[in-house]
């Protein structure tokens, strides 16, 4: 079974410029998350979606972060403007939708911002 | 108070040492508890899964859970170089909404 994929792995951009990032889950999970980890920190969720309609935004900054999954298969994240505080991996995260099983990881893309 | 807490580390230990990794909770609805590992630069990976109190083993690891003490724990026997990691710990209520923990950082000395 493929694992989660995302690209690109690393990305460098100065502050105010955009940036986005993407995500294809494991073959049938109908779950997806994304995570904001700050180096020396655990994950931190951003943004939920069960299928295409989104469970849980309550942490995603909305001035400037925003996230799609159209069709309920692939997602984008997008950060406009950067900040320099956006430096972090954004990992995305796949889980089946049910109880017994618990979700797995992408291997995230390292985000600088100049 | 955060819903998971977990010593960051830095854990420095001798190979062959037995490791002990702990986290604490504060809500006892939690049902389902991960153990994940990350190395440098890659993404967490699954290294335990556990539902409610009990203990599990999967060849040098053990994990252990005590919901009596809002309690869990990750033991890793005769540990090697390759252990060196950080090592999350996460739970979820629902199987849905996840909690982790900030990560203790492992180095295994050769």
């Known amino acids: 079974e493929a694992g989660v994929a995302q690209s690109p792995r690393y990305k460098i951009i100065e502050k105010r410029q955009s940036v986005a990032f993407w995500c294809n889950p494991i073959s049938g999970h109908a779950t997806l998350y994304w995570y904001q980890q700050i180096l020396g920190q655990g994950p931190k969720l951003l943004i939920q979606?069960?299928?295409?309609?989104?469970?849980?935004d309550s942490q995603l900054p909305k001035d400037r972060f925003s996230a799609e999954r159209l069709k309920g298969v692939d997602s984008t994240l997008k950060i406009q403007p950067a900040k320099l505080e956006d430096s972090a991996v954004y990992l995305c995260a796949t889980h089946r939708g049910d109880r017994t099983d618990t979700q797995y990881f992408g291997p995230g893309t390292r985000l600088t911002v100049l | 108070q955060k819903e998971v807490e977990q010593d960051p580390g830095p854990l420095s230990v001798p190979e062959g040492a037995i490791v002990s990794l702990n986290c604490t909770y504060s809500?006892?609805?939690?049902?389902?508890f991960m153990w994940y590992r990350q190395y440098s630069r890659k993404g967490p990976e699954l290294l335990m899964y556990?539902?409610?109190?009990g203990n599990k083993e999967d060849g040098r690891f053990t994990a252990q859970v005590d919901k009596s003490s809002k309690y869990i724990s990750l033991f890793i026997r005769d540990s090697q170089p390759s252990d060196s990691a950080t090592y999350l710990c996460?739970?979820?209520?629902?199987?849905?909404?996840?909690?982790f923990g900030t990560g203790t950082s492992l180095t295994v000395i050769p």
């Open positions: 996460a739970m979820t209520k629902t199987g849905n909404q996840f909690y």
């Open positions: 979606f069960q299928n295409n309609g989104v469970v849980d």
């Open positions: 809500n006892s609805a939690f049902q389902y």
């Open positions: 556990t539902y409610s109190s």
